[in-house]
């Protein structure tokens, strides 16, 4: 959403009043634990990421590093790097490449911090057979072979297609979820009430919820983080594909973990708005097609056959 | 400021008077009251992963029967309009009856919600202002609007004309009467916007049908009513209160032609479906015929399109409608059969197959069962202290004493089998 219309929603000072008395109240009833007790109620009363002023990011951001450093026994940060003027981003998918390996999808979860158990993927690999194309009334989606790819079939990876209509982020009651400007749809778990409005308006399955406590092995935990991005989410709010907000943004930027990592060069991803970048090049001269077109969600997320 | 609390420390003294079955049903309703608690607190600790939902069915139980009893809210007003064409009486009676069950029904929609949400501790999230309520772009914050607007008002409506009572003024109806009939669109727009709330999803073709509105209104105009009726017999019954026949034959009447025009506008969506046999046919089938093997709502469906059909015929047939047997028997047939279609038989195969054709059976966990549970009973316990204080109230039996400071009870038992008058438990003679 546009600068404008953030302005709007600054209303601190009757927040505070009205958050001071709420804090008095509530704290007289129920006080967490003594230690504990500072951090739940910062947390509790933390406000809208968009909202927080400079000197309240610092705050926020000191809090969550302390508290994720000391869980995961390493030095964490927890980046809130900007958008980059000039900069959307596109991703293109080479289904004549794509062998359905889904190493993209554990060095998501690798990279991203999602919970291993209960098991969270951002990418769905979608096995469809040849003679019938691209019909997800007929994909598999939990095929399992020694080896892949199988004969007569195809793949194709499913994840956010960072929609420049999003339903999603339209839907939220809270505005817990939203468009960024260099066209990522990101999440702020400390403000998402956890309601799943938006995986309801998701065309493209691509919304996670945690379900349960989230499982992270301390050890596997990257460190690297951005608050919009791979954090540590607690149980109860929904998660998504950043592309990887957290490499991408920063400059010199780094690729999504998924397009790093894949075996046969499927993936591609790059600046829309640079007429010079690969991504351009192929919506240009490939046949390309986006998913569920139809519904006007626009993605910026485009298969293509290269050969 | 002083009356207001002697009214209040009265109503108290009240509902803690009863007979025997009054007492045994608040403790059955408390009890399970309590098991719906330790069973909210276990999924408070866990997360909601206690329940059968997951990212393919990502809204269950819960949420459909929030969706079912924003029907019946608006329903028990929308009474209102046939008590005041035909002018059953005082309709500011029919009102505080039918706005009582609105104000539990809401008050069941709003916990139901809570307990379907990740974080209900950060509700404040949406109170505009101080949270970021996305307002007017979610049909979400159109709900958390109209609904607390809709209790606000049949709240106020209600003890405006009790309170009154209560002190042996007559409610000046130049203020509630403009209220009451604001209640109405309120009503509707409950519905309407609940309704919209699955209609404006692109991604949910079983959602995405234009005639869904009219179709949630219509079988409101069967639940609500089925239930009101329920209760205008046994308040009939057990307390003082009275209610004509004429008025009860006449919501019968006007279930039947809300379940018929419920029939057809099920009957036009089915049509289209299957004629043009799309691949949005699938949800459908997954609920009617069952898909790929997976048939979990199938029996369901069945079940209530057997008793909405049943019902249809009782109320229409002037004879059944009138025998109080079948007349009862229509109501549960009705109610349940719209609960299954308006509940899971509406929100479930939104969600089979998901948007990327996946197929998980979804069934309520024992958590959302006990839950669920724990719910109804707060609703029922809700109404249930409510009427205890209304009908006395209304029947003059519970009013401020002489010396204008204590109350007076002059129903001490309420729930006893009350003679009947004027025959009103007649059987059909022809
Ligand atoms: S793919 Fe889904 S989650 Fe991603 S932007 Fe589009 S609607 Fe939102
Ligand atoms: S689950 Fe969170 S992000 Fe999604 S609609 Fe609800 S509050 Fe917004």
Redesign the pocket.
Known sequence: MSDTTKNEYIQHKSRRKFLKGLAAGVGLIAMPGKDASASVWEEFFQKHFRELSKDELKVVIGRLEKEYSKKFAKQVTVKTTPPIEGVLYGYGLDLSRCIGCRRCVYACVKENNQSRDPQIHWIRVLQLDKEKGVDLSHAEHYYNPEKVPEKGHFYMPV?????EK????KVCPVQA?W?ENDGI?VVDYNWCIGCRY?MA???????HFNWGKPGLPVAEMNPVTHYLGNRPRPKGVVE??TFCIQRTREQPGRYPACEEICPVGARKFGNLLDPNSEIRYLIENKRVFKLKDDLN?Q?K?FYFYAT | MKNIWNFFAGTLVLISKGSKAYYCWVLFLLVLMAIGASAYVHQLNEGLIVTAMRDQVSWGFYISNFTFMVGVAAAAVLLVIPAYVYGWGPIKEFAVLGELLAVSAIVMCLLFVTVDIGHPERFWHLIPKIGLLNFPQSLLAWDVVVLNTYLVLNLTISIYILYNLYYKREPNHHFYTPLVLLSIPSAISIHTVTAFLYNGLG?RPFWNSSILVPRFLASAFCSGPAFMLLIFLLVRKYTKFKIKDEAIQKVAEIMAYAMFINLLLLGAELFKEYYTDTIHLASVQYLFQGLHGHSALVPYIWTAMIFNVTAFFLFLIPATRRNNITLVIGCILVFVGVYIEKGMGLVIPGFIPDTLHEIYEYSPSGTELLLAMGIWATGLFVYTMLLRVAIPILNRDFHVADDGVGSYIGDQMFLIQQKPEEEPESVETH
Do not use: N
């Not at chain 1, 994840?159 to 929609?163: D, E």
């Not at chain 1, 999003?166 to 982020?169: A, E, R």
């Not at chain 1, 308006?201 to 919304?207: E, K, L, T, V, W």
């Open positions: 994840q956010c297609q960072q929609c999003p339903p999603c982020t979820t468009k749809v938006c308006a998701c065309p493209y399955g691509a919304r998504k594909c969600t993605p997320f | 991604a």
